[in-house]
T-cell receptor, first 115, second 114 residues
Framework: AQKITQTQPGMFVQEKEAVTLDCTYD???????LFWYKQPSSGEMIFLIY??????QNATEGRYSLNFQKARKSANLVISASQLGDSAMYFC????????????FGQGTTLQVKP | DVKVTQSSRYLVKRTGEKVFLECVQD?????MFWYRQDPGLGLRLIYF???????EKGDIPEGYSVSREKKERFSLILESASTNQTSMYLC?????????????FGSGTQLSVL
């Protein structure tokens, strides 16, 4: 069984500052992938970043980076230079090794960026 | 551009009604999913399908069924809607031929059961 835990229901950050959204996971699969999605108030799910369990380096995509600590089973999302448009719900998710595409999601974190 | 289309953005139904939520993808993906999203619970998998007429239960299948008669279309059916099925429903598709590919999501259907 796989599980994702996001312990921060809500976060505030000042515009232009960096913010870290926490995510811990549990899995018995030897190989897995970790995803972060953004959901603005419009409801669409926007893919942000992916980290494979065997990737040697932490994933980065523009202002998004993933702080992957395998031994601690954590995959925190770091957003640098926050913008007002970053205000949204953020979901961490895990995909196992079966390649069905099935994702198990965390509870989500609502981020509000203050001007 | 890839597209997953859910037929309704908002839907209001009465208790006991049979409800159909439709999802169509234009990417020729084999796998399709129905998730339910509730505040504080995140997204939970209801059902997924890995081929035409093939389906597998997710974590919360009770009260739901699905239909996949054509590859591009995956329907979620509430046989007798209840108020506790009021929720946001999200459809997604996945390219099984790709490795570590992301899910592509529709824009969601907000269902209210009165």
């Amino acid at each position: 069984a796989q599980k994702i835990t996001q312990t921060q229901p809500g976060m505030f950050v000042q515009e232009k500052e960096a913010v870290t959204l926490d995510c811990t996971y549990d899995t018995s699969d030897p190989s897995y992938g970790l995803f972060w999605y953004k959901q603005p108030s419009s409801g669409e799910m926007i893919f942000l970043i992916y980290q494979g369990s065997y990737d040697q380096q932490n994933a980065t995509e523009g202002r998004y980076s993933l702080n992957f600590q395998k031994a601690r089973k954590s995959a925190n999302l770091v957003i640098s230079a926050s913008q007002l448009g970053d205000s949204a719900m953020y979901f961490c998710a895990i995909q196992g090794s079966s390649n069905t595409g099935k994702l198990i999601f965390g509870q989500g974190t609502t981020l509000q960026v203050k001007p | 551009d890839v597209k997953v289309t859910q037929s309704s953005r908002y839907l209001v139904k009465r208790t006991g009604e049979k409800v159909f939520l439709e999802c169509v993808q234009d990417m020729d993906h084999e796998n399709m999913f129905w998730y339910r999203q509730d505040p504080g619970l995140g997204l939970r998998l209801i059902y997924f399908s890995y081929d035409v007429k093939m389906k597998e239960k997710g974590d919360i299948p009770e009260g739901y069924s699905v239909s996949r008669e054509k590859k591009e279309r995956f329907s979620l059916i509430l046989e007798s809607a209840s108020t506790n099925q009021t929720s946001m429903y999200l459809c997604a598709s996945y390219d099984r031929a790709a490795t570590n590919e992301k899910l592509f999501f529709g824009s969601g259907t907000q269902l209210s059961v009165l």
